[in-house]
Structures are given as C-alpha cells and as structure tokens.
C-alpha cells in the first residue's frame, strides 16, 4: 500500500462532536450486545461512552471544521446536535441514567431534535433515529411525568418519518414524502441511494416492533390519515426483497448472492488481481491505471457488499467508473445485517410452530 494512510484526532482545541457522539453512541449500543457474554468488555466500552459524550459535550465543534481534508468527501451536514442526541438516547437505554434522558428533553427544541420533520436517515443526518427511540420511551412507559409532552413531540416527529416512507403524509407539501421508483424502491437522492432504502429498513422494522410491544395499532401521520401499523413492517420487508433482487432488472444489489448481481463494483481491492495470482507490484497509479477502467469483471467478489444503487426509475448501468451506483459502503450492509437477523429468527419461529403463513420474503433465505 503506498497510498497515504494519515490518521486524524479531534480535541479539546479541534472538536468533533459529530463523530465522537457518534462514537459514543455506537460504545453504549455495544456494551449492551456484550453485557452477557463479555462484561468486562461490555463496562469497558460503556465507560468509554460515557466519556466521549461529555467530551463531545464539553468541546462543541463539528469534525469537518476540524479536519478539513473531510469536507470534500464525508461533509457533517447536519452538524453534530443530532449526533449529541443520539448519544444521549444510546446511553441512557445503556444505563437507565435519567441524566441523559433529562439532556434529550433539555436539550429538544434547541438542539432540532422536535423540530426537525425528516425523510432520510444516514451515517450523517441522525434525527430521524433519534425520534424513534425516543418515541420508544413514550411508548414504553419509561419516562417520568415530566417528559411526557416533549416525548410527544419526537414520537410525532417520528411518525413523519415513518409515515414519509409509506408516502402518507397529507400535509406538508411535496417534500413530506418519500419518492418512489416505478418499481417500489425507496428515492432519496442519486448518489447512493441504497444507504437510505436500507436505513429506512431497519427503521421502520425496529418502529413497528415498539407498535407491536406496546399495543398500537396504527400510525397517525401529518394531514390526519392514520395508517395500520402492520404497513409499517410490509413496507420494510419489500425493500428488503428490492436490494435482493425483487425488482425491474432483477438485479441482487447485494454482491454475490442470487444469479445476477453487480461484477464491477467500485472498489479498489475487489478490481486488482489477487497477489497468489500475480506477485507484481501494484501501486496507486498502476491499480488506476491498469486495472480501474478494464470492461472485464472484477477479479474478486466482494461478498455481501451492498452498491449504490439504481436510479429513480430502477435503471442501474454495472461500470466501475459509475461510483454513484456501483460503490460499496459499510453504511448500506450494516442496517441489512439486522433485517436479515429479524427475519431469519422469524421465519425459524415459524417452522417451528408450523405456522400456515410462512415468511415469503426474500431475505429470509439469506
């Protein structure tokens, strides 16, 4: 590798509350995974949360501030007060503390978080997720008298969102709803589209199981429609058997599962000869060179990668130079993960009751 590899930090004199929020939040989540198994670790990375939020608190800043090098490509658009209060919700889910569910509330209006009317979620633009845990509270019960009206407030919030997705809201103008392609595909934008189909996803899975829990059985979305909660998860499911090949082309954009998937994905590893095949050096320019434009398929599959994406009209043009559809991100796969998660456990429950209506999504064979 002779590509630069520089490492970068954010501190007290460069914040970056964005990604150390971020950070945080991903700790507490995790902490809560290894409880069990691994407490030591689990403690570990719980302590380690706790103190990159108050450091993300203390030193307010966004990273691309920071670290310009970033702006051109990872540019914190939203900031960071989503990221603070994503943080907050993941710790006190992680500890029960009511410090950070008191900050989530304080800090409601001020920081967007009842404000903010969302259609996308992403590794960027966290309020969407952040309403539907706070909703989860509301809906659960865990909270004191006093936050009451100000989870009201996120849990509507959350709902937009949802009832965005589903292309139900009755208010708000053209914006208040997610566009769709001819074939059900959930459109946010052109560049990597699937991020956003695969967030709602798991959104709107996750939604419709704090529904179920508690009871609810529809949703009320902006302009007064309600919709039953049961569409909420239908919804989900269809975006999953989309990116697994349930759609126009009938393309798996998910590399290397079904019969046809993309061969020229937009990844530097997966396009150069494998070193047991050819023992030349291959450097930056040589890989760019020699190997980037070739119309052959790439000499590696990179197994369960999730690309770009089509368009919003399902077109989808396999090419290597068309890096807006055909790149691989960690943030299209890692939501998928838990959707595949979901629906294998439900349809080995079902087996096993000997249901008579199975799962027939898509995902469920994954």
Not at 145 to 151: A, D, E, G, Q, V
Not at 163 to 175: E, M, S
Not at 196 to 211: E, G, H, I, K, P
Request: aromatic share 12%; proline share 3%.
């Amino acid at each position: 590798m002779t590509t630069s590899r520089q490492a970068y930090k954010v501190d007290r004199e460069h914040p970056g509350s964005d990604i150390a929020g971020e950070t945080a939040a991903a700790m507490a989540a995790a902490s809560m995974v290894f409880r069990e198994s691994n407490p030591h670790y689990a403690h570990l990375l719980l302590h380690h949360a706790q103190q990159l939020f108050e450091f993300a608190d203390k030193y307010r800043g966004k990273y691309d501030s920071s670290i310009a090098e970033v702006k051109s490509y990872y540019a914190s658009v939203s900031g960071y007060k989503d990221e603070l209060l994503w943080a907050a919700l993941w710790l006190h889910r992680a500890t029960g503390s009511a410090e950070y569910l008191d900050y989530v509330v304080d800090k409601a209006d001020c920081f967007g978080g009842t404000g903010w009317a969302i259609t996308e979620f992403s590794w960027d633009v966290k309020y969407a997720g952040v309403q539907i845990l706070a909703a989860r509270l509301l809906l659960r019960g865990e909270h004191a008298p006093h936050h009451r009206n100000t989870l009201e407030q996120y849990k509507a919030k959350a709902e937009h969102y949802v009832c965005a997705c589903l292309g139900r809201n009755g208010a708000g103008g053209a914006d208040a709803n997610v566009e769709r392609s001819p074939g059900g595909m959930l459109y946010i934008r052109q560049w990597n589209n699937m991020q956003y189909v695969t967030n709602a996803a798991f959104l709107l899975s996750a939604y419709s199981d704090y529904l179920a829990e508690a009871g609810v059985r529809a949703v009320s979305c902006a302009g007064g429609e309600t919709v039953a909660a049961d569409e909420v998860f239908a919804l989900a499911r269809v975006q999953v058997d989309y990116v697994l090949g349930t759609n126009p082309r009938g393309i798996s954009y998910l590399v290397g599962y079904g019969a046809k998937y993309p061969n020229r994905v937009h990844h530097r590893a997966a396009s150069i000869v494998p070193y047991k095949h050819s023992k030349e050096f291959i450097g930056c320019t040589q890989g760019f060179d020699h190997w980037f434009g070739r119309r052959s398929s790439n000499p590696n599959v990179l197994v369960g990668a999730i690309v770009g994406g089509p368009d919003r009209r399902d077109r989808f043009r396999d090419n290597r130079e068309n890096y807006m559809q055909t790149e691989a991100c960690t943030y299209n796969t890692a939501p998928m993960v838990g959707m595949f998660a979901k629906l294998n456990r439900m349809a080995r429950q079902e087996r096993e009751q000997g249901s008579t209506t199975p799962v027939t999504s898509t995902a469920a064979e994954v």
